[in-house]
């Protein structure tokens, strides 16, 4: 046989074999969009993602989903975001892009992006967008009450920008915040390659606020790679039972009130439907820890004691090969 002809054969029979591509039903954002198209294509994007939410509902795609956002500033966006399907959901930019799209809040605005589900894991994606000027940027909040359910998971931020978020920048219900990015009874998402700049609650609310808080049965997540500067609490915090984080190779410049990264529970005068407990079998490796908000931090501080709902499976931390600059 001719060697074209078995190559062209061979390569006919390779795409017969192939998987088909994976589906993938897409909407456009534009800053000059129009929340009454349809948002199917560029020409016809909108410019909300309230709008995003509630098409999808609408199509309530059985497939992947991207949400492609044009470069640009939207201003003062706030999403209370209902819609999961099992697949992935993606926030990212347009292809080609060569600027980041901006999602500022003005200072007025509260929570950028809120997901409030027990129903296990969102898959929600999150990749190279700035999220600036708000009280809380990216809220995935679980059941609190019940650790053993009642969680969301498999979420991803990735190469994302969070700059000037706190109370010191936006209004929320109170007049401090909690964190840049929560994690209630949320598991086995990945923050990676994030920059977090400038969170900042006013100073004597500063101990409130974190730029990645895990709490509640939060476990198993990745934060790595991550760069945190000028953070007026502890720039990580876990509490209440947020086992097994990963938190390695990242860097803390100006970050943290009293630590790098720290574990807490509630210990007294807590008005709770249920008491809290250490976190345990955390890693902190290979991260960079520079002095803090205020001064000279440690890099790691663990507050009330280990055995405080009886003796842990294992440590509450691991550390090794932290360096100090």
């Known amino acids: ?16 074999c192939a998987p088909p591509a994976q589906a993938v039903f897409r909407l456009y954002l534009a800053p000059d969009g129009d929340d009454a198209r349809d948002g199917r294509s560029a020409a016809t994007a909108i410019r909300s993602l309230a709008r995003a939410d509630a098409l999808l509902h609408r199509h309530a795609p059985r497939e992947e989903v991207e949400v492609r956002i ?7 966006q706030q999403v209370v975001w209902t819609y999961l399907n099992g ?30 589900s027990a129903a296990g894991a969102s898959k929600l994606h999150f990749r190279y967008l700035t999220v600036s000027d708000y009280w809380l940027g990216v809220d995935l909040v679980g059941d609190r009450n019940d650790p053993a359910g009642g969680w969301n998971g498999y979420n991803e931020l990735r190469s994302m920008r969070f700059v000037r978020i706190g109370g010191r920048y936006g209004v929320g219900p109170a007049p401090y915040s909690y964190a840049a990015v929560r994690m209630i009874n949320s598991r ?8 977090f700049e400038s969170i900042e609650n006013p100073t004597e609310y500063s101990g409130y606020l974190h730029a990645v808080y895990a709490a509640h049965g939060s476990g198993a997540n990745r934060i790595e790679r991550n760069r945190f500067v000028a953070v007026n609490g502890d720039a ?23 630590a790098a990264y720290s574990d807490w529970y509630c210990i007294e005068r807590c008005t709770l439907p249920r008491p809290e407990c250490p976190s345990a079998g955390n890693v902190f490796r290979d991260n960079r820890v520079g002095d803090g908000y205020y001064g000279a931090i440690a890099s790691t501080l663990l507050f009330g004691a280990d055995d405080a709902c009886g003796a842990l499976g294992e ?3 691991i550390e090794s090969r932290t360096v100090r600059d």
Request: positive net charge.
């Open 315 to 317: 440590p509450r931390l």
């Open 236 to 258: 990580i915090r876990t509490r209440d039972g947020a086992d097994g984080n990963w938190i390695v190779g990242n860097v803390f410049d100006r970050a943290g009130k009293r």
């Open 87 to 116: 697949y992935r959901i993606s926030f990212l930019p347009t292809p080609g892009a060569t600027a980041r799209p901006v999602f500022d809040g003005g200072g007025a605005a509260g929570t950028w992006f809120e997901l409030r």
């Open 1 to 16: 046989m001719d060697s074209r002809l078995a190559g062209a054969m061979l390569a006919a029979t390779a795409l017969l």
């Open 70 to 76: 044009a470069p640009g500033t939207y201003r003062g």
């Open 188 to 195: 086995r998402n990945g923050l990676y390659d994030n920059h």
